[in-house]
């Protein structure tokens, strides 16, 4: 395993959207492996709804008949916010290249990362359509049929948006979050 794909985010619900990037991930032939990586919290954001080791949980047990996805519980360890260099750097301590996965909706924040420059040496890539986002031809494009946001589905969250794995526990959680 030298080539991976990391698909680092909140994960705040992990959704069918999460599900479709996978698969497409691993239909990719230069792709080993991917690395799923919940933050602890996402350094753009002030807090998380689900607990960091809940979100963590789920997709252990959305992914864990999948092969070649390995959970990583990298950045909920380190309890903090977690530049994407900082887990850049610990995979390649491990594997020899490293594609990195995001959505069309991070490319206008995408230079205001920690240390942009140099994470861009580091890895190359991937972005993940969304919301009809034009993607520049200087990333490759991972087309991705389900367009779903956490965010919506936070405020309706919806069966049918939800891996059946863990649907009525992750529904379960933010309804009662919702009525407080």
């Known amino acids: ?3 991976i794909a990391l698909f680092g985010g909140s994960f705040d619900p992990p959704h069918k959207g999460h599900e479709a990037i996978v698969k497409e991930l691993l239909a990719l032939k230069y ?4 690395v799923v990586m919940p933050t602890y919290l996402n350094p753009f954001k002030s807090n998380s ?3 960091s080791t809940m979100r963590l949980k789920w997709l252990k047990n959305i992914f864990a008949l999948f092969k070649n996805v390995e959970i990583s519980s990298f950045e909920v360890d380190l309890e903090k916010k977690v530049p ?3 887990s850049v750097q610990y995979l390649l301590k491990s594997y020899k290249k490293v594609y990195l996965v995001i959505g069309a909706d991070n490319l206008t924040s995408l230079s205001k990362w920690t240390d942009y420059d140099e994470l861009n040496k580091l ?3 991937i972005v993940a359509s ?3 986002i034009e993607v520049p031809n200087t990333f490759l494009k991972l087309h991705v049929e389900e367009d779903i946001s956490s965010t919506d ?5 919806t069966k049918e948006n939800l891996s059946e794995i863990c649907s009525d526990e ?4 933010y309804k009662e979050k919702n009525e407080h």
Do not use: W
């Not at 792709?31 to 991917?34: L, R, T, W, Y």
């Open 170 to 173: 992750i529904i379960k959680f």
């Open 153 to 157: 589905l936070r405020k309706k969250i």
């Open 1 to 3: 395993m030298k080539t």
């Open 130 to 132: 969304r919301d009809n």
């Open 84 to 86: 994407s260099i900082q």
């Open 31 to 34: 792709i080993n492996k991917v």
């Open 49 to 51: 709804f689900a607990p």
């Open 123 to 125: 890895v190359t890539f």
